[in-house]
């Protein structure tokens, strides 16, 4: 089987970093030198494990588009750039009729998803590339589904902690708030407790040093009304590895949909998962 083309951008931030790494050494993969990178990145290339790849500033993606021409192939992008770059990335994309897995978190979802649907190009779109949280999150789904009103009464609080690098609040988080307000509890994603803090992380929480730099934990805790009932949902991952493997298997699930002629299609880690299981 041929592998499949992809471009992974948002180089040298650090999730791309680990996906572009990890796709050069796998056979279902092959990699093309080019990345694109944010404003204020100064450095024009960048070395990973003996693959040098040229960072495309955004007003510049059309060099991009030339370097694809002449790599005569489609390419998959794999985009974990900066919430800001979400909406225009996408356009980009559907414009060129580049499909594309979208890792990264923030910018107008609602906007993203009419770009993809309302093109010839289709995409895999989530907050989170973890295809267990992914899971942990379809159960919550069901739960709010079929037992509204269940923590009617409850205190709910979110705290998530991510490495200082990360922008905004986490995607998982404020999707785990929608179960949560079917489930009778008033609360905004505004609420969410957002740790960036490293001295926080590691004498507080206890991460672990070595994971300071990459790390997604998550503790979402309810009270009952008059406090004699506790609930406390946990999801704690150290490194990127979990996302790095989500968003491979995500570009391989794409990359069989193109072959069977989706178009303004946008699919989700759920999809990915059902057609995992």
């Not at 225009?88 to 994309?93: D, G, K, M, R, V």
């Amino acid at each position: 089987m041929n592998p499949i083309t992809i471009i992974v951008n948002g180089l040298p931030g650090n999730m791309a970093q680990t996906v572009a790494r990890q796709a050069a050494v796998d056979s279902r993969f092959r990699i093309l030198p080019y990345s694109l990178t944010g404003p204020e990145i100064q450095q024009e290339s960048l070395e990973l494990e003996g693959n040098e790849y040229k960072l495309i500033k955004p007003q510049e993606r059309e060099k991009l588009v030339s370097a694809i021409d002449q790599t005569g192939s489609a390419p998959i992008c794999i985009d974990y750039t900066h919430p800001t770059a979400v909406n225009t990335n996408a356009q980009f994309y559907c414009q060129n009729n580049l499909p594309f897995v979208m890792g990264t978190t923030g910018g107008n979802r609602d906007q993203l998803v009419q770009t993809v649907e309302t093109s010839s190009v289709a995409a895999v779109i989530a907050p989170n590339m973890a295809k267990q949280i992914v899971g942990l999150q379809a159960m919550m789904q069901y739960a709010a589904e079929n037992f509204p009103a269940l923590f009617k009464g409850y205190r709910l609080t979110i705290e998530e902690s991510h490495q200082a690098g990360k922008a905004d609040t986490s995607g998982t988080a404020k999707a785990m708030v929608s179960y949560f307000n079917k489930m009778g509890i008033d609360f905004t994603p505004d609420q969410i407790e957002k740790i960036r803090d490293p001295e926080i992380q590691q004498n507080k929480l206890r991460v672990p040093a070595a994971f300071l730099n990459g790390h997604g934990w998550h503790t979402y805790t309810l009270v009952s009304p008059d406090e004699t009932v506790l609930f406390k949902f946990v999801h704690n991952v150290n490194g990127r590895q979990v996302y790095v493997t989500g968003t491979l298997d995500a570009v391989s699930f794409l990359a069989r949909r193109l072959k069977q002629g989706a178009r303004g299609q946008v699919y989700s880690m759920i999809d990915v998962l059902r057609a995992d299981s």
